[in-house]
């Protein structure tokens, strides 16, 4: 189970005296307890599919994070905030690539017929792909396809 995993990681990095990223794998536990108790299935906890939803989200964070950081000239702590993304994401499904996304979106809107709307088509594609490719990704795919047909 994913958050054992992070449990045990936690542990590992404190013995090797990791505390930065100890204290990034923390924030992520803390994530996803209080998605837990937010959902009342603190008793049960999470199962991984949702634990990947919670990692993905704060995933995103840091990436926005980054981004603000970097246009507001302080590239020093929009690299922390990267750092810290990419400690999230060894923890998340590997990434789509642009051509097996697209060939997934292809397929979707196929499916959906000549009528495809726009919401529904990212929708479709997301609950396919699940965390492994970004919304942004997937909704500008979709639209570059239904714009394009």
Known sequence: ??????????????????????????????????????????????P??????????????????????????????????????????EYLPKQLGDEELQTIVDETVSELGPNAQMGPAIGAVKAKVGTSADGARIAAAVKAKLVGS
Do not use: F
Request: charged share 40%; hydrophobic share 40%; net charge negative.
């Open 1 to 46: 189970m994913l958050k054992d995993k992070l449990t045990q990681d936690i542990k590992t990095a404190l013995l090797s005296g990791n505390k930065a990223r100890a204290e990034v794998l923390k924030s992520l536990k803390s994530a996803i307890l209080y998605e837990e108790v937010a959902l009342k299935v603190r008793e049960e906890g999470l």
């Open 48 to 89: 991984d599919d949702k634990i990947e939803v919670v990692l993905a989200r704060e995933a995103k964070k840091r990436a926005d994070a980054a981004d603000l950081y970097a246009k507001n000239g302080q590239q020093e702590r929009a690299d922390a905030e990267l750092a810290e993304k990419t400690i999230i994401e």
